[in-house]
């Protein structure tokens, strides 16, 4: 009972700080997501890495990384920025072959995929405030993201709970059903049109086109990140939500999920 108040709390005030920031202003958006991609780049490292620290260029890289992509998708800076998103992979190399005592291929690979795994999706997030939006000025979109995961996430764990018997990926995460997946996907589909009676941005089809694609790459950012917990050998990847693990254990499935959103989006 005692942990079921933690996780509640937790998960409360987790969606008080994200949804709050996304009424309040882009610039609150950019704030609480930079600070939550700083905390995940450091997660990411010590799973990867275990006891070797990544350096101080890590976390300035991959913070202006975000940085850059969440300017750019607030027209805050031109889109020919984007090269500087480029060069500083370059200067991860450049940098790894001056480390003492040994350099090692292995923190290159780590500070890209970091990048490309939290620095770049936390950044698309903030074009999602605005993106898809036209002629409405509130941000549907990027609300829908996270409250359509957290649909998907809550109803897969209450149905699988009470029906799942068919195991989706065991080898990975033991807990997940197919029974539980598709009652996700069910009532993702559902919120997704209950979205569509109150934003016009959208229509229907493309609502409920926008709820299959996050199902569906939410479920497999989940198992991704169990990976990534299953090789390092832990439970969770931080302590920072009592009863909910660290930041990629929240945003594991929106990390995976956005970069989708963003390109249906951009084809609509």
């Known amino acids: 009972m005692k942990e079921l108040l933690i996780r509640t709390l937790t998960g409360g005030g987790f969606a008080v700080i994200i949804l709050g920031s ?3 202003s ?3 958006v950019f704030v609480v ?3 939550f991609s700083a905390i995940g780049l450091y997660e990411f490292q010590r799973l990867v890495l275990a006891d070797e620290k990544a350096g101080l260029l890590y976390y300035f890289l991959g913070i202006s990384v975000y940085a850059l992509i969440g300017l750019m998708g607030m027209e805050v800076i031109d889109f020919s920025n984007f090269l500087l998103v480029l060069i500083s992979f370059f200067i991860v190399i450049a940098a790894e072959l001056f ?3 040994t350099p090692s291929w292995r923190h290159i690979s780590t500070a890209f995929t970091a990048f ?3 620095a770049i999706p936390m950044g698309l997030m903030n074009s999602l405030f605005f993106i898809g939006n036209a002629g409405i000025d509130f941000p549907w ?3 829908a993201l996270f409250i359509l995961v957290w649909a998907n996430d809550v109803f897969a764990y209450l149905v699988g709970s009470g029906f799942g018997k068919h195991k989706l990926f065991e080898r990975l995460s033991p807990g997940k059903t197919w029974e539980g997946s598709i009652g996700g996907l069910v009532f993702t589909l559902i919120f997704a049109w209950l979205f569509s009676l109150v934003a016009t941005n959208l229509d229907l089809t493309q609502w409920l086109g926008l709820a299959l694609i996050i199902s569906l790459t939410a479920n497999v950012g989940d198992l991704a990140e169990s990976l990534l917990k299953r090789n390092a050998g832990v439970k969770d990847s931080g302590i ?3 009863g909910h693990g660290g930041v990629l ?3 594991d499935a929106i990390l995976f999920a956005t970069p989708f959103v963003y390109f249906y989006l951009y084809i609509l």
């Open 116 to 118: 490309i795994y939290i």
């Open 249 to 251: 254990d929240r945003f």
């Open 240 to 242: 920072i939500f009592p």
């Open 33 to 35: 997501l930079g600070v």
């Open 99 to 101: 480390r003492f005592p």
């Open 141 to 143: 979109i990027l609300l």
């Open 22 to 24: 996304i009424l309040w």
């Open 26 to 28: 882009p610039w609150a």
